[in-house]
């Protein structure tokens, strides 16, 4: 068509339907891209497994326990068989770790649950093995050995390991150390040390995606942490420290401590160089202890790190605002939130994954998270649980965030609805119902314990936190 030889009014008529064809194109793209952006993808988070083959043993004097005998002679692809036909077969209950029934339902709801939300990856947030596990071994095996210990703690974890990647068959699975992960003791950590040799070799099934696995074993046996880029979402970086190092509970080895944060700062400066948004994973929290903080109600504010690895953390996160999305600590076994402020725009959500181990009386649980596969910013999490106290009902969704706290939000993420959390009567009694996971056994359930649980979702620091504390609600 050659518009110089129209008339006016019919250019005029012309170039409006183009300007209209545009405007619909525009909002055709702009339609998609919305779409696109508010799509959801999954991911799972495990966290505090505590396995224990120890459950069914009896203190015996002048003999050791013939299960634990069993396994120790035993190659760790036969311990399935072993514990599937040991005598006692009841679930782990309140008050106690994971024995091997418990592992076997948690991981057939994890497959269950995995196959329904079709999840990217898999979260383990440390803690493998039991609480007192070197205690244990010594009284039912009678074995005083550290190679003996060293071996059985290797089976363990190669056993577990098995276990987790047969119940989770496709995608990357990302594990973190905890403090009872160790062949030196509880909180104890060796940089370069045969642990993390050789744990590097049994963790290395769990990642598929070749660059990651060469990620994963370039810096793992350092002192456990590593990073690595999805391979599903290259603009997502997840960071997975060990936080042992920091631990105010850890004779730390400081410059190992400090060559992790330094590695941690590198990592930061890699991704935002890439234009990647990060996730970070560890065991150990940052922040204030509040448990620790009230049971020793004299002796001050209890922090889980040193204050001085809480103040380089988080002056390293300040270095690259809204980098961060989220932070994901496991270790109290309790499933609550915090909302870490870098400035005044910059919050970082914050959550925990509850335990599969009910060793402190909450139920065993573990979450699904949904974020944006653009922003990656968190957009929801679900709690899956198995209420011991009425078996009967089994494993079931115990509650999704977006829906029990909706605030003013109609389509908020995560990150926003936490920043409206408020301290009004039932979002007060909603937020203690699940941070036991469907239990009452915490101090939260004490009405003149909730100011330390409030302040603890806004306070990082021990003198923030006591501020808080000292102008209560």
């Not at 957009?379 to 706290?405: M, R, V």
Request: aromatic residues 14%.
């Amino acid at each position: 068509m050659n518009v110089a030889r129209l008339s006016l009014s019919r250019r005029l008529k012309f170039f409006l339907l183009i300007g209209m064809l545009l405007i619909t194109s525009c909002q055709k793209v702009f339609a998609l891209s919305e779409k696109v952006s508010s799509a959801s993808e999954t991911f799972l988070s495990v966290a505090d497994i505590h396995f224990t083959p120890f459950t069914s043993c009896k203190v015996l004097r002048l003999t050791a326990c013939p299960l634990i005998v069993k396994l120790m002679k035993a190659k760790y692809e036969d311990w399935k068989n072993i514990l599937e036909n040991d005598d006692n077969k009841a679930m782990s209950t309140y008050g106690q770790d994971t024995n091997y029934f418990l592992l076997k339902s948690s991981l057939s709801e994890i497959q269950n649950i995995r196959a329904k939300e079709k999840t990217r990856f898999t979260l383990i947030l440390g803690d493998f093995l039991a609480h007192n596990y070197r205690e244990q071994y010594v009284l039912y095996s009678h074995d005083h050995t550290q190679a003996g210990y060293n071996n059985f703690v290797k089976k363990t974890l190669q056993f577990l390991t098995a276990e987790i990647r047969q119940a989770i068959p496709a995608g990357d699975i990302y594990p973190a150390i905890g403090n009872n992960d160790s062949y030196t003791g509880d909180y104890s950590v060796v940089p370069h040390g045969v642990f993390f040799q050789e744990t590097e070799k049994t963790w290395s099934v769990f990642i598929k995606d070749e660059n990651n696995l060469k990620s994963f074993q370039k810096s793992f046996s350092t002192a456990g942490y590593y990073s690595i880029t999805s391979p599903i979402n290259k603009n997502m970086r997840i960071i997975v420290l060990d936080t042992v190092l920091f631990s105010s509970s850890a004779t730390t080895d400081q410059d190992a401590a400090h060559t992790e944060l330094q590695w941690f700062s590198k990592e930061l400066g890699e991704a935002a160089k890439q234009k990647q948004h990060v996730l970070i994973a560890f065991h150990i929290p940052v922040g204030v202890d509040v448990y620790r903080t009230l049971k020793k109600a004299f002796g001050g504010i209890k922090e889980f790190w040193q204050p001085e690895f809480t103040n380089l953390f988080q002056t390293k996160l300040q270095e690259y605002p809204g980098l961060v999305t989220a932070i994901l600590p496991g270790h109290i076994h309790m499933d609550t939130f915090q909302v870490l402020s870098l400035s005044k725009v910059d919050d970082v959500p914050v959550s925990y994954t509850p335990s599969i181990s009910p060793i402190f009386g909450n139920n065993p649980a573990f979450k699904i998270y949904s974020y944006d596969p653009v922003t990656i910013q968190l957009k929801n999490y679900e709690t899956y649980y198995y209420p011991l106290n009425d078996a009967k009902k089994g494993w079931q969704q115990e509650y999704s965030f977006n829906s029990t706290y909706k605030f003013a939000c109609t389509d908020c993420d995560l990150k926003k609805r936490m920043q409206q959390f408020t301290s009004e009567k039932r979002v007060v009694s909603l937020f203690r119902e699940y941070y036991a996971v469907g239990k009452h056994g915490q101090p939260i359930a004490e009405e003149n314990n909730w100011q330390h649980y409030w302040c603890h979702i806004r306070s990082f620091t021990k003198s923030d936190f006591k501020t808080c504390i000292d102008h209560p609600l």
